[in-house]
């Protein structure tokens, strides 16, 4: 789960980082207010920031400086209610429903910093360059030598010698040094605490008299931990999520939305990806990534029948069921339940393999329904596609 | 011959109560496994179906039964904390096929059971088999035979439909491993090649992985470097965008990283036989057993 740069500089102001003063605004009436409030304290300039999940809003617009209350209210009028599009977002963008008012910093130097999970190590790691406010996967492709990297052991997390070494090796000295390894080791603490995925600040600011601040940040929350961060999870925006997706997160399945014309319903998430290749090997492609689980119980199926069938270009479906705990003839029959609640108007493919599988393709022949039946996994593909295309012919 | 369990392994099913851990052990027994214990905090001093006993700790369990294997049912919260109860126990391997367990648990779990050399399988897996000998898992034990090609995936049902084209073109498994589909798991695909590789009784190891991770390419790099077995590789999620994690928590494309192409491109390179269609791994198999 992401959470906005206001969500995030919130989090870690509570934990002791400098982050600039910022106020939320959902409107430009406020937006000016926050900036009156900022220009009041001290500010010479406030920064007008458009809240998205998405990364690379400077080059999409996202980002702007203000000189007077008056330009930053102009400012969040035009981004409040657009769609921003930013290198990271799909060509609609996505929407922009509040914007960070904040006051600007005097930055001598510019440092990336961020904390993510090493998969191949299996633990933590923190990854740091003095390329700041640059893209790190930019960095990583034209100058891999410049990231520094300290992993979190563990069961002893992220030692303070190593934020030292960290900020030396950032070509940090004196108070500076010391104050972004402090900083350093909050933010390790943080991605911990918070069960993060992904904590990072980029760019982490070095000031003129060497005060370290946080300008922008970043967290993602493992989704398998917000049981226990209850606070974290009312954080959710769910505004840049696909509608189909997050109905689909609702009864527990994993669905993903794609681009092709075959919608399909397998059960186990290693499967129904090769389910959708197996469809692009047989020349169509997937309108849908969709995991019903292992049970494929008849509720379950029903309700990823109608999500499915939600997906606008689906002009087929395939339903691929390994049967093995569960037995295909309970499986054949929740079809067919399923099916009677939801308006089906394309062709079905079922493929049933496994446990009783037999019974449960004689099951769907002797209903009313019109199933076209497959029992090899290429088969159901190149019979699917071949549907799909009839359709799309018709 | 196989890798990790056998017929004289001394399995214990933590969470044996629950509905899922009941179900499980129920079929690991009819499958002909050597469940010797479980364990439900509070439940110590019951039966299980009559024949097992019922403990309240790990390390009970393991003082009376030697049991030397945990399958692991526990809810996601308190996952982690079981397998290291399991390894504190002195179990040699602890299979955990819970789903949904915080990434940052495993990353101390897997710590943990490296320090006192129990091997964790999972999480989020299916489980261990060896034909014939030992299911220790929620695989259906029937589409396995017994012979002499390993399975490592990080797939469940995936899994049953390769090994079902192995059984149905008549080529038996010496074990199948499901790793699990989380982004950190106690055993990986290069684990279970070393392992294969020191096997008298497998000739070939079919390896299935998914986008996501570098597990696959750091297999690659392993089996590049005159690996003795042949290899047969498919790699699910060509056609899966970036960015969208594809049900399992580890199954995504982050900033560009973890293609199926890559990992395609990187196990051809290193001499696997990749199939770019799951339906051809069995005759594939069958192909390369032939040669």
Known sequence: MKLHEYQSKALLRERGVTVPDGHVAASADEARAAAEK???????????????????????????????????????????????????????????????????????????????????????????????GMDIEEVAETNPDAIIREHCAPGWGLRPFQVTRLAYNLGLSGKAA?????????????????????????????????????????????????????????????????????????????????????????????????????????????????????????????????????????????????????????????????????????????????????????????????????ETLREAAEKAVNAASGQAEA | MSIFVDSDSRILVQGITGSEGSFHARQCIEYGSNVVAGVTPGKGGQMFEDTVPVFNT??????????????????????????????????????????????????????????????????????????????????PGFVHKEGRVGVISRSGTLTYEAVDQLTRVGIGQSTCIGIGGDPVIGTTHRDCLERFAEDEGTDAVVMIGEIGGSGEEEAAAYIADDYPLPVIAFIAGQTAPPGKRMGHAGAIIAGGKGTAAEKMKALTAAGAHVVESPSEIGAKVLEVLGD
């Open chain 1, 178 to 374: 010391r104050g972004a390894a402090a900083t350093i080791l909050k933010l390790a603490n943080a991605y911990r605490d918070l069960d993060a995925s992904l904590a990072e600040i980029n760019p982490l600011v070095i000031t003129g008299d060497d005060n370290v601040i946080a300008l922008d940040a970043k967290f993602d929350i493992d989704d398998n931990a917000l049981y226990r961060h209850a606070d974290l999870a009312e954080l959710h925006d769910p505004s840049e999520e696909e509608p189909l997706e997050l109905e689909a997160a609702e009864h527990s399945l994993s669905y993903v939305a794609l681009d092709g014309t075959v919608g399909c319903m397998v059960n186990g998430a290693g499967l129904a990806m090769g389910t959708m290749d197996e469809i692009s090997n047989a020349g169509g492609f997937p309108a849908n990534f969709l995991d019903v689980g292992g049970g494929a119980s008849v509720e379950r199926v029903a309700n990823a029948f109608r999500i499915l069938m939600k997906g606008e270009r689906v002009s087929a479906v395939l339903i691929n069921i390994f049967g093995g705990i569960v037995r295909c003839d309970r499986v054949a029959k929740g079809v067919i339940e399923a099916l009677g609640t939801v308006e089906v108007n394309v062709p079905v493919v079922v493929r049933l393999q496994g446990t009783n599988a037999e019974e449960g393709r004689e099951i769907l022949r002797q209903s009313d329904l019109e199933f076209l039946v497959a």
């Open chain 1, 38 to 132: 900022l220009f009041a304290a001290g500010s010479a300039r406030v920064a007008v920031k458009a809240q998205v999940h998405a990364g690379g809003r400077g080059k999409g617009g996202g980002i702007k400086l203000a000189s007077t209350a008056d330009e930053a209210a102009e400012f969040a009028g035009a981004m409040l209610g657009s769609q921003l599009v930013t290198p990271q977002t799909g060509t609609e963008g996505v929407p922009v429903n509040t914007v960070y008012i904040e006051g600007g910093a005097d930055i001598a130097n510019e440092l990336y910093v961020a904390l993510t999970l090493d998969r191949s190590s299996r633990c933590p790691v923190v990854i740091a360059s003095a390329e700041g």
């Open chain 2, 58 to 139: 790990v390390a009970e369990a393991v003082t009376a039964t030697g049991a030397d294997v945990s399958l692991i049912f526990v809810p996601p919260p308190f996952a982690a904390d079981a397998v290291m109860e399991a390894a504190d126990a002195g179990v040699r391997l602890a299979i955990c096929i819970t789903e949904g367990v915080p990434a940052l648990d495993m990353v101390d779990v897997v710590g943990y059971c490296n320090a006192r050399g129990t091997r964790l399988i999972g999480p989020n897996c299916p489980g261990v088999i060896t034909p014939g000998q030992c299911k220790v898992g929620i695989m």
